[in-house]
């Protein structure tokens, strides 16, 4: 199917979703008489969760294991994005190349969810935000945000491919106050903002700027001609985001958003192995520049929500460039020295669909839904100055899913789905298909305690950019196998005099997990996508405590075994990530101040290089503390520290190291008109 007739058919969608709402809207007004507090619900922590059944359910309520971080939370922990937001969840293990997240390219700042890399599906109001598998949460300000919803485990019944060890769905503010902030820090940052809205249009624009982090990695080359070291510095680390809401009314809202993201580095000769022959007959200097790289992301997020008793739907478009462009002084392969050697690529990605479901209440015991969703898939290699090279794919993505909830008794209800999903239109004919089932159970010890049991299957499609080359350094794969895995899960509940207590404990088994494996012959690393098992056995608990005199508090703990087998390393079973991890936070709030502390502490860690077995690392400890002091209802002066105890840690857990800034603080104002 060409695009332009998937164009006319979208618009077609749009207008007829559209219409409908207002036939919908215009009955149920009639109906209730304007009142839509039933179907706009307050949400607060450890209250009410939908992403986890795509339903409306207390979280005690709910048989998976779920996290729920409100605005509130948010703003006491002076988080500036959604990425900063999650690195210190129960679970979650945090990955970055830079301060500010700064991105290298298609190399993004990542969050994995129980020690599967790329396994978490990302939404944004419940509609896919990713490109290619990847997303850089760094682009999305907290300020925007009023919760996250965290369900981990296997949802891709629910949510289709790349649902595989949790989705993280961040559900935006629909109203913006009218309200302008500023602030500056060391290390040049900058940061600027304007919120501004009523109860039907809202807009809004952020600028925020990280100066230079000298010292951000170190590189060790054994080429041809060069035998040595690099230092990375990253400089100008740029993110701009705007965006506007309308709500047609209480049932339908459009949403546009632009992200886009800039940093620079510049790679330095530090250290020269004069030993080699060829080494000697570069001239080689420490000082002289390897290389330098811009690195620019820029992204359009449309939306079109619609939300009823019975109905929901959505529309939603996204497209974004990934652009790399600078100069290199070497050859990539061979250490030689190139003082004219250029280098640019470009690539742009394309996702648009429709996600519709209904609900019924068939009896007062069991409810059903029946969904169907749709996502056409673009992926286009851009020719630049530099390279003539271009390639364009296409894929279809279909989904049917249906759930069966029923509650047997007070204290017992079952929760069955069942997911059929199928490609059409890939190239070479690649197309896939796959049938996923899951089953959970709850049982209510009593109106504050539940237990559950989880067992979930879940799958992810390989991407173009996985099957296809995208640069000079990676060797196609187009036979890649979807990844398929079961999550087995029992898990335990209790809100209880101002606790809120949780405990999983879970087994992941994954066959066919798509992993990129790197190829040192020739003197030059290039890489490749294969398939490989993973599996995983973890427990984790949990405690958030509403605290008297202002204070609350939370913590939490998670030990793992995540590993990977290859069987290119010949060595079985290869320990990834980090087995212990220790997060937690205390918040004090009272009259003009709020102060927070949060941390997240992993430990027994090991980084994985693609082609040599893990070897052990030291932890890392990412600590932020935040306090504000508001002198009136109108004006607010807020201190960010992060890095507190000033820590040369790296959140990477490959065969590279990418160190976090040095501690730094951004002092900032805000004022509502």
């Known amino acids: 199917m060409t695009m332009k007739m998937w164009n006319k058919k979208f618009l077609a969608a749009a207008v007829a979703l559209s219409a409908m709402t207002g036939q919908v809207y215009a009955a149920e007004t009639a109906h209730t008489g304007g009142e839509a507090d039933e179907l706009m619900p307050t949400y607060s922590l450890g209250e009410v969760v939908v992403t986890a059944t795509r339903t409306k359910k207390r979280d005690i309520d709910v048989p998976a294991a779920t996290t729920v971080v409100t605005a509130e939370d948010i703003k006491q922990s002076g988080a500036s994005n959604a990425a900063d937001v999650l690195s210190k969840v129960d679970g979650f293990v945090y990955k970055s190349f830079g301060p500010n997240g700064a991105a290298m390219g298609a190399m993004t700042n990542e969050v994995n969810v129980r020690g599967l890399k790329s396994g978490a599906l990302v939404l944004m109001n419940g509609n896919p935000i990713a490109w290619r598998g990847k997303y850089n949460l760094d682009q999305i300000p907290a300020s925007e945000i009023e919760r996250v919803e965290v369900v981990k485990g296997g949802v891709s019944v629910l949510y289709g491919s790349e649902a595989m060890s949790g989705v993280v769905n ?4 629909k109203k913006h106050a009218n309200e302008v902030h500023a602030g500056f820090g060391n290390y040049g940052q900058r940061s600027y903002g304007v919120t501004i809205g009523d109860d039907k249009f809202g807009f809004y624009y952020n600028y925020d700027k990280f100066g230079h982090r000298d010292g951000v990695s170190y590189t060790e080359y054994t080429q041809t001609r060069f035998h040595g070291q690099t230092r990375t510095d990253v400089y100008d680390i740029l993110k701009q985001n705007m965006g506007v809401t309308y709500h047609v009314n209480p049932r339908l809202d459009f949403q546009m958003g632009y992200y886009e993201t800039e940093g620079k580095y510049k790679r330095t000769v530090t250290a020269v192995d004069n030993t080699h022959a060829l080494t ?10 390897y290389n330098q790289r811009k690195y620019e992301t820029k992204q359009y997020i449309t939306q079109l929500n619609y939300r009823d008793t019975d109905w929901k739907g959505s529309l939603f478009f996204n497209t974004g460039t990934l652009e790399f462009m600078g100069p290199s002084y ?3 392969k061979t250490g030689e020295k190139t003082p004219n050697g250029r280098y640019h690529s470009r690539e742009k990605n394309t996702t648009y669909g429709i996600d519709l479901q209904r609900t019924w209440q068939v009896n007062p015991k069991a409810t059903a839904i029946l969904g169907f969703d749709l996502v056409h898939e673009v992926y286009a290699e851009l020719a630049t100055p530099v390279s003539a090279d271009h390639a364009r794919y296409t894929r279809n993505n279909w989904g049917v899913f249906g759930q069966w909830e029923q509650r047997f008794n007070e204290k017992n209800t079952g929760v069955f789905g069942l997911r059929e999903t199928w490609t059409t239109g890939a190239a070479r004919s690649q197309n896939y298909h796959n049938l996923s089932a899951s089953g959970q159970w709850l049982h209510k010890l009593n109106a504050e305690n539940s237990l ?18 995208n640069n000079d350094r990676q060797m196609a794969a187009p036979d890649l196998r979807p990844q398929k895995g079961v999550n087995y899960e029992i898990g335990w509940k209790q809100n209880h005099n101002g606790h809120s207590w949780k405990a999983a404990l879970f087994h992941m088994r994954v066959a066919d997990n798509i992993t990129a494996k790197v190829n040192r012959g020739g003197g030059r690393a290039e890489y490749q996508y294969t398939n490989e098992d993973f599996r995983n056995i973890g427990l984790e608990l949990s405690n958030e405590i509403r605290g008297s005199h202002g204070f609350s508090y939370n913590w939490g703990v998670t030990w793992q075994n995540p590993e990977t087998k290859n069987n290119k390393k010949a060595i079985g079973w290869d320990r990834t990530f980090g087995r212990l991890q220790l997060t937690g936070g205390v918040s004090y709030q009272r009259g003009k101040w709020t102060s927070a502390l949060t941390a997240s502490y992993l430990a027994d860690r090991v980084q994985s290089p693609s082609d040599e077995p893990s070897y052990r690392c030291k932890p890392y400890l990412l600590t932020t503390w935040n306090t504000s002091y508001a002198p009136d209802d109108h004006s607010e ?26 501690i730094n603080y951004l002092l900032s104002y805000s004022c509502k008109f």
């Open 637 to 662: 002066i807020s201190l960010r520290i992060d890095n507190v105890l000033d820590r040369n840690d790296t959140t990477m857990h490959s065969g590279s190291a990418y160190y976090v800034a040095p």
């Open 452 to 469: 559950y049991l989880n067992i979930s299957q879940s799958f992810v499609m390989p991407t173009f950019s996985q099957m296809y080359p």
């Open 280 to 289: 000697r007959m570069q001239h080689i200097r420490i000082g002289a520049l």
């Open 170 to 173: 961040i559900i935006t503010k």
């Open 330 to 332: 070497f050859n990539s």
